[in-house]
């Protein structure tokens, strides 16, 4: 008895990896991976020179050589930002404001005193941002901003938003409960923040290249896995195959397996590959820091740090994966068509972008499994849910409702396929 469980054992992860072989083995496939190598090398490329930096003589450069720099000049103010750290930024910049080089209409003069400044540049668009309007950024608004005001600086944040929900296009938007969450929320922000450089964990996150980098995995994973299920009904094979001792049964169940293997091994090889490469040029310090110590997230509802923004993202991004590629699956066990099959991922991720942007279905669309690949661009949306007598945000509810989604519908695939009848 334990050498026949043995022997199953070892036949079905025969069979296991002989599904993987045949998907890897197809020269499309081959070129898709191809492909997503040279976008995964590419990626990382633009992500990292999006760095800069500018000398003292004004001159410009980028990638390691500018991470480095930064590094060390940003790693001057490091620690908690609180008043007197606020008050000595606004001196600064006024004291530079005050140079000739600042005041110089030459462009080559005015970077000389822009370098001067790239020490605290990242508290410099915090101070604007937080004295802005909440949806309304002024560069330059520091450069009005007192000594003495600069106690108002995590106030200000709160009453911004208190502001911008208070306009009367804004008004209706939003229940009374609803406003309040929004508030407590910004409220509950632990101050004064703690800051330190961090242009790796932002080149990562606050920019577009992983959610993009992202989509482009789910399309290809969708195109890889899409003939899994078809393929014996294209090569006309199918009575072979369900005529076999363990056609319908574990030989699904291979299938399936293969399936999960190469949406999970390709997603976390190519995320963890650009990320590895982008922090390892730019640097990891700054995990700890919370994202509204970046440009992008300064208004932010979730209160959590870049380290915990990146483990958001990514296992969301899992798991908007899993559900597409699962989907595209059940489709071709269902219509034992690839090229239908591949239409899926295309569909959930390319088209709602685009249909988003319509005023009529811009709700509808911050539910669509697409948004699992933007979580690190989301986290300043204010799509809120009402749940169970609770407010959510949109994240909250999405990552949830595709793991269940996913493990609802993967199961479905053994009985689709398993029940199919030959013709």
């Known amino acids: 008895m334990y050498f026949y469980i043995i022997l199953v054992r070892r036949q079905v992860l025969m069979m296991l990896l002989f599904e993987i072989k045949k998907v890897l083995s197809k020269p499309l496939n081959k070129a898709a991976l191809l492909i997503l190598t ?25 990638g390691i050589l500018a991470a480095r720099h930064l590094q060390d000049e940003k790693s001057q103010w490091e620690g908690y930002l609180t008043e007197d750290v606020l008050r000595e930024v606004i001196q600064e910049n006024a004291a530079i404001n005050a140079l000739p080089e600042a005041k110089s209409e030459d462009i080559q003069e005015n970077n000389k005193a822009a370098a001067m400044k790239q020490g605290f540049s990242d508290i410099r668009e915090m101070i604007n941002l937080a004295f802005s309007e909440f949806d309304n950024f002024d560069y330059y608004r520091i450069d009005s901003i007192s000594e003495e005001e600069a106690e108002n600086f995590y106030e200000q944040r709160i009453m911004g938003l208190r502001n911008y929900l208070n306009r009367d296009e804004i008004a209706d938007m939003f229940s009374k409960d609803e406003k309040e969450w929004l508030i407590h929320k910004y409220e509950s922000l632990d101050t004064p923040l703690y800051y330190e450089y961090a242009d790796g964990w932002k080149a990562l996150l606050d920019s577009q290249y992983l959610p993009t980098l992202m989509m482009i995995t789910v399309l290809i994973i969708g195109f890889m896995v899409a003939g899994i299920f078809s393929d014996e009904f294209t090569w006309k094979a199918d009575s072979i195959f369900f005529s076999t001792r363990w056609g319908r049964g574990k030989a699904v169940l291979s299938k ?153 519908i993967f199961p479905i695939i053994f009985r689709v396929y398993g029940k199919t009848q030959m013709k």
Not at 38 to 61: E, F, T
Not at 355 to 379: H, S, W, Y
Request: glycine share 10%.
């Open 38 to 62: 040279a976008v995964l090398v590419i990626g990382s490329v633009l992500a990292i020179r999006d760095v800069r930096y500018v000398d003292k003589d004004g001159n410009l450069s980028t």
């Open 256 to 408: 399936m397996g293969a399936g999960f293997l190469i949406t999970t091994i390709l997603y976390w090889s190519v995320v963890l590959l650009f990320s590895g490469i982008v922090l390892a040029v730019l640097g990891f310090s700054g995990s700890g820091c919370a994202v509204q110590t970046g440009v992008s997230n300064w208004n932010s509802i979730y209160n959590i740090t870049y380290l915990q923004d990146y483990v958001l993202s990514t296992f969301g991004g899992y798991i908007g994966s899993l559900f597409i590629a699962t989907l595209a699956m059940l489709v071709s066990a269902k219509t034992h068509s690839t090229v239908f099959a591949i239409t899926i991922p295309f569909i959930l991720t390319c088209i709602p972008p685009f249909v988003g942007k319509l005023e009529a279905f811009a709700r509808v669309m911050t539910l669509f499994p697409d948004q699992l690949l933007f979580i690190n661009k989301n986290l300043e949306d204010f799509a809120l849910y009402h749940i169970g007598g609770r407010i959510l945000g949109g994240i909250s509810v999405m990552i949830p409702l595709y793991l269940i989604l996913f493990c609802l």
